[in-house]
């Protein structure tokens, strides 16, 4: 079954989401049995994984969503060609952490297991979280990274850290990927291949309806 | 193909393009060549109409760029993208050595950086012409403001150049077209910095743009501010030597153009005491030919000029052609950049703008002009060049962290921000450097250049000043978050490579006399970056154009009275 169909069909969109674990179990199988996309940077378990999250970052309302939007296969793509070996590295190191944290949190042994209320618990968690509690997972996470890099091998995980650092890039990324889409670019933001004219000061709401230039 | 030509002209980036035009209209039969492929006005932007989802990284500096330009992005990472990198030569098919770091930023095809350079456009003034003499640095400048001003005018009419009429004797007008607009923020800034200080202005970055009408060469319009100017632009709306000097050159019937011409060196010719010819070889085929002709124009940017120049050596010259003052590969130069100052401006929430603008604000120098604005412990000034912009909301606030709310939001603009950098005037001092290794030796078996340049105590403290002046200006415009920044500079970096074959008035300390002729080979005129006897801080491509228009002029008129 084609997951972008299947999508469609239950309706996955406006706004809130609440999907049951069944519902999330179906994507997977659609996923592993049906999708002609291959990963170039991500296993297929992470890319599940990293789509579900970027739904949740960039759902489904009036306008498409993350996965309709084919975000994930851009941000695959866009790591692959862009990202020097030591980040592709690190964010994987983040992913893994973050799937770490989420089943310890959920009780779980098997990633494939989580459900999207457990991932967007995971997301609110660190997202959401006050500036202290933000200010203290950079410094465990910068701490880390020193250590590595003064190649300090008994260093311990700080999870919990690395998996905010994750869900904050991923976050990051997931504008990236949402303002170089065509789709979007061409569509929903305001797109002025050839503007033919420059103006220094002009009204927001009259020029693009509030929007922002797509190029 | 013919081998004897009136003219040589070997280079055709901003310098070769003009000499290549001035010369071909005044009749004469003329060989231009460059070391690179060939680039066909518009033809060859194979990526100017390609949007940033054309490109799988979104039109990114991606991992394979970053091996092929690998020194290149050091400091130029802002332009070697997707859609820009085929300009930007290879670093490891085209390798160099640096005694100390050094940027080389180079495009090998025809047009050379004229199509990826960024266009900002500025006269030298008296101040920088007399500088060196009142302040007994290095050697005096040949010339003065007067001699170039014709120049400055006549390339201006030519290329098209938009900004704002000023009056200010250390930054003489061009021949304007309109300016492009300012952004309420950076009206909100020059109104502010204009109430508050009575030595220092804001105006609109000067660039070689058309902004009104058209302009001659291959159907060169009005710029539709699409700000892809680094892909080549379509409608020739900026100057570069493909959409202008080099179609005008082309119109004559004069012009014979030879794109993967390496020139290895310039023939001279003992008994006439001129130089006969140059010596060429096809990048491709890796044939060695022999061209003639009566005056030879070397425009192949600084350090190629003055690479080609130290090979060619001979029982009169055996330290390279016209180096008898040993000043050859001496004095480089380049401008001291890579800090600036960002803040926040408050307001304007209403308030959006049209047209991606190829340009922005210049704060025009406003130090060491003579009465208050002298400082103490520095000589020469600086300026700044950025702008006040729009960017995009990334999400504030927990309701904006994730999910719909978040979409929302980066879907709008977000708060207006300040960027400036500074661009500071680096001395010609003699142990500043460029000199070749013939122990590593490229693929065409020449010898690679060496680069043994840094900046001084009198940099350093006017970079210290230039913080300072910078930071307290957007404070005293009212700005928040103001940040000021330094990221350290090495040479290069500037791409404002200049001064290692010097124009003077004796032989003994320089290479060049004031027409850029070589002081004992006449016939031989050097008129790219490499003949700057200081640096100014202005940014210097409009000052080598009016440098080889007038150069060309004078080789003309000589050529005509049998002089050359």
Partial sequence: MDRRKALKTIGYGSGAITLTPAVVGLFHSCQNNSSDFFPEYFNKNQFFIVSQLMELIIPETEIPGAIN????????????????????????IGLESFIEVSLFDSEKSNPNKLTNEDLDFQLSKYLKADLKKKNSWKKQESGYQKALHN????????????????????????????????????????????????????????????KIWSL | MSQEYDAIVIGTGISGGWAAKE???????????????????ITDYHTANMDPWDFKGGDKTTQEIEKKQYKQIRSTRYAVHESTSHFFVDDNEHPYNEDKPFDWVRGYHVGGKSLMWAR???????????????????????????????????????????????????????????????????????NEIASKYDDRLITNARVAHITEGTKPGLGRVTCQYRNRCRRGCPYGAYFSSNSSTLPAADATGKMTLRPNSIVTQIIYDEKNNRASGVRVIDSETNEVTEYKAKIIFLCASTIASTSILLQSVSDRFPNGLG??????????????????????????????????RPGGIYIPRFVNLGGSTNVSDFVRGYGFQGSAKRGPNNGNGSNEAYGPKFKEAIQTPGPWKINLGGFGEILPYHDNKMYLNYDKKDKWGLPTVTFDAEIKENEYKMRKHLLQQIGEMLESAGFKNVQTRDKGYYYGAGIHEMGTARMGRDKKTSVLNKFNQIHSVKNVFVTDGSCMTSSGNVNPSLTYMAITARAANYAVKELKKMNL
Wanted: with cysteine; aromatic share 10%; charged share 30%.
């Fill in chain 2, 23 to 41: 010369l071909c209209e005044s009749g004469l039969k003329t060989l231009v060549l460059e070391r690179g492929r060939m680039i066909r006005h």
């Fill in chain 2, 120 to 190: 900002q456009v500025y006269r030298l003034s008296e101040f920088d012409f007399e500088a060196n003499a009142k302040e007994g640095i290095a050697i005096d400048w040949p010339i003065r403001y007067k001699d170039l001003a014709p120049w400055y005018s006549y390339v201006e009419k030519y290329i098209g150049v938009s900004g704002e009429k000023l009056g200010l004797p250390q930054l003489p007008d061009s021949e304007f077209l309109k300016p492009m607009e300012l952004t309420c923020a950076e009206e909100k800034f020059k």
């Fill in chain 2, 323 to 356: 180096n008898d003052s040993g000043e050859l590969g001496h004095n480089l130069m380049d401008h001291h950049l890579r800090l600036g100052a960002s803040a926040e401006i408050e307001g304007f929430k209403d308030r959006y703008y049209t047209g991606r």
């Fill in chain 1, 151 to 210: 190649k300090n091998k008994s260093t311990k995980l700080p999870k919990e850290a690395l998996a905010y650092g994750f869900a904050n890039q991923l976050r990051s990324l997931s504008i990236t990927a949402f303002r170089t889409n065509e789709y979007i670019g061409e569509n929903i933001l305001a797109y002025a291949p050839i503007p033919g004219e420059q103006r220094g000061c002009v009204d927001l709401m009259e020029t693009t309806g509030g």
């Fill in chain 1, 69 to 92: 939007l084919k975000l994930p296969e851009f941000l695959d793509g866009y790591i692959s060609i862009i990202f020097s070996e030591e980040r592709k590295k690190k964010i994987l």
